[in-house]
């Protein structure tokens, strides 16, 4: 996981409290994403970004947003968390593929746990 | 929806032996990409394949791309207890950056 971090590792938290998950690299790639994961379902694109102040909507959007205003830094918000927002959360980080012989390989972060109570 | 589906979702199997899983996905690629993630960690990237490749190898590790069927294979040879550890495939779309991970498989190896 070097090279990129994600804090909080774990967290517990109650139904309508905001709660922002943060993800910071040292690699200066220019992609950004957040996963969720969760038994059953694999992992699933949530948003990702392309750029600083350059986002886009993955598969399962709803209920989140982001925000990346240096190229290290992608925040993960959840305004009002739900306890289906209960998971296990993901950042990675790529060059992107057409920087990169079209191949868009991610580094994955160590995971942050959320349970929303 | 999921773009790929791996099966078994589950493998058991006895160390020295080969674990086979396989990948199925639906639109057009560019790559086939294999991930690992060992229990409580982050994915790791093993091994990409190219729409243009059918087989390609590291170390102990086999990947096929058949285009046609939509659909790859991760071979691991002579398995070891410490590649215990859920496998993902990975594809991205017709080029896309967004990759699309499947559910996995979690494979077990027995001592």
């Known amino acids: 996981d070097a090279g990129i971090t994600q804090s909080p590792r774990h967290k517990v938290t109650e139904t309508g409290t905001p709660v922002t998950l943060r993800c910071h690299q040292t690699?200066?790639?220019?992609?950004m994403y957040w996963y969720r994961q969760d038994p059953g379902h694999g992992l699933r694109l949530i948003h990702y970004s392309y750029g600083v102040k350059d986002t886009d909507k993955g598969e399962v959007s709803d209920g989140y947003s982001v925000s990346r205003s240096k190229t290290e830094d992608f925040l993960l918000t959840l305004e009002s968390a739900t306890s289906s927002q209960t998971s296990v959360y993901f950042c990675a980080i790529s060059e992107g593929g057409r920087m990169n012989t079209g191949a868009n390989v991610l580094t994955f972060g160590a995971g942050s746990r959320l349970t929303v109570l | 929806s999921q773009q790929g589906e791996e099966d078994p979702q589950a493998l058991s199997i006895q160390e020295g032996e080969n674990a086979t899983m396989n990948c199925s996905y639906k639109?057009?690629?560019?790559?086939l990409q294999w991930y690992r993630q060992n229990s409580g960690r982050g994915l790791v990237h093993l091994i990409l394949i190219r729409s243009n490749e059918r087989e390609k190898h590291s170390g102990r590790l086999r990947v096929t791309l058949d285009t046609s069927k939509k659909s790859s294979s991760l071979l691991i040879t002579a398995s070891r207890a410490a590649d215990t550890a859920s496998y993902f495939c990975a594809t991205d779309r017709g080029g896309s950056e967004k990759l699309v991970f499947g559910k996995g498989t979690k494979l077990t190896v027995n001592p």
């Open positions: 639109t057009s690629i560019n790559n």
């Open positions: 690699e200066n790639h220019r992609y």
